[in-house]
């Protein structure tokens, strides 16, 4: 049996033809729909004057030609100065040719040639492309036909069928209607999809686009546009657009910005701005304004836009990682020369302590012993600075030790005050009862100079720097460093980034930004915590924990005139630097060892070579011309087995680059500047030591 039902696809596949057959109801571009509708408003007005004239000539009374031709007028009027949507008006003039219509062909006596116009009118109002308008013309025709046409067919029809069969006359025309409906439809939609395709590129287009008359009125909108203006086509359309989103507006008077950078010729340039959208929020745009030209006149102009917001920030970003990579290489190239610095200084203050401390020991008279004593005592205190350079370079030796950071306050007391300035006043507050902690004390002095220095710059004008180091007993004990400026204070956001490495609060050229991040660091390193408490124009303070150590300090290095500090046994001593090589080699003269003296590792290589002696030690500097200290004592290893090695440097770090890049170790390492005491204790330290002195990683 055939099945004759259509399949459920073949329905849908109808009907999406038939869909596509009725038009969307695309709203016009301004600029065409008042085209348009003026065109409409002159016909009613020919119509309101028509029919005065044919009332007239068909000897009506005055009053009902006024009152018919008034009619149609105020429709006129209202459909061209009401204010409010363009649809009330557009249906206020169908409203008024339907009419019109109407009265026609009550005043000609139903004549059917005038009923024809009804027909025309409804093909001509599709113009507005508008559903409403159409619906409402169609559903008078019905009404006038269907409803007066059958109640009282002679106000409608002239002969005596249509009086005798006012239905069947109403179907005809009924007819007629739908025939020109579907004449109209099938124009509309032609119409509609001829400029479709306009309208969906301009939709999928990412750039906004904006359309303006002469007087700045917006005439179009797309998608894009509106999406960035967050509102609809509909409230901007109309409105002037300068006024709407240029952020700031221009000042009354002054010609609108997006026509004084309006371009001719092919390649247009872009312009930047700022607009806004409807709710408030201004955003950066780069735009193009160009001409809209008809017939050879400027109607208007079509503004192309782009929101260059993520572009500005990831320019800014760019700018800001630039900026940060070249401070970077700035401090690090002031890293290598401080390095360098401090490498020579140090070399210079362990002559002048050695020297000093062997004159010193020549010396009977105890006035010349003082003098010397200051000499020394002065030099050491300059390797302080050494030390705070290489902290600076990062390339000091870490010595993390137990330490009483009460002490390492009171050590840097009257650094600190030279450092602030005599307009500040300076209070350290210091727990007598010891505060131990397990550090290095290189470190910690710059973790307090970093501070005193961000609060020295907080007070500008004066103010008051308090430095306190308390213990907490407990559980857990702790010990606590306080910095606190009376200084301009800062507010929470600023609070929340002052560890950010290169965050800084200071004009251009004025600070690192390295200085708190390098704080926070140190003490993390260190096991412990860094916080701030600040208000606006209420100071600031800087708390550092640390955990308090129960270890006690152990003693301090042993002097030269301790017993067990002296020796027999035989040194290769290896320094580049004439003067140190000397002081070294006659401090460990005096105190009774035999010494080799070698400037380079190519010299401590002949010189083994033929000294057939026992060599119990190898003194070698690192860094040297040619091969390094840690190469020169795997050189000596192969032919004396069992050589021990001190390393001595001013230019330390953990380890050293060996020349087939690897990491060497140095184990033990005397750091210059250093004393005859601590000359040798290291060495004898080293001699007692069975351990390898030597480790290739």
Known sequence: MMNLVPAPSTLRGVGARLRSLVPEGRRLPERVWSRRHRGILVLLWMHAVGIAVFAAVRQFEVSHVLLEAGAVGVTAVLAGVLPGPRRLRSVIACFGLMTSSA?????????????????????????????????????????????????????????GAAWAHPWLWAGIHGAFILAMSAVTLTTWRVTETASALTEIVLDSAGEGVVGVDLQGRTTFVNAAAARMLRCSAEDLIGRPLGAVILHPPDPAGAPCRLYANMSVGPAPDAAEDFFKSVDGRAFPVEYVSSQIREHGNVEGAVVVFRDVSQRRTAQAALQESEARLRQSQKMDAIGQLAGGIAHDFSNLLTVIIGRGELLRGRLTSSSDRETVSLITETAERASILTRQLLAFSRKQVLEPRVLDLGEVVAGMASMLRRLIGEHISFITAIDPNGTPVWGDVAQLEQVILNLAVNARDAMPTGGSLTVAVDTVLGPEPQVILTVRDTGGGMDAATQSRIFEPFFTTKMAGKGTGLGLATVYGIVQQHGGTVGVESAPGRGATFRVVFPRCAIQRPALAADSSRPGASGRETILLVEDEEMLRAVAADSLRVNHYTVLEASSAEDALRLVAVTPARIDLLLTDVVMPGLIGPELADRLRRVRPGLRVLYMSGYPGDGTIGSDDTFIELKPLLVKPFSVGELMTAVRSALESGKPSLTVV
């Open 103 to 159: 009265l026609l062909v009550h005043l000609s006596g139903g004549y059917i040639e005038f009923h024809f116009h009804f027909f025309v009118m409804v093909g001509l109002l599709a113009l507005y492309q508008d559903w409403t308008t159409f619906i409402l013309a169609i559903g008078y025709v019905v009404v006038h036909h269907g409803v007066v046409g059958v109640l009282d067919p002679q106000s409608v029809y002239n002969h």
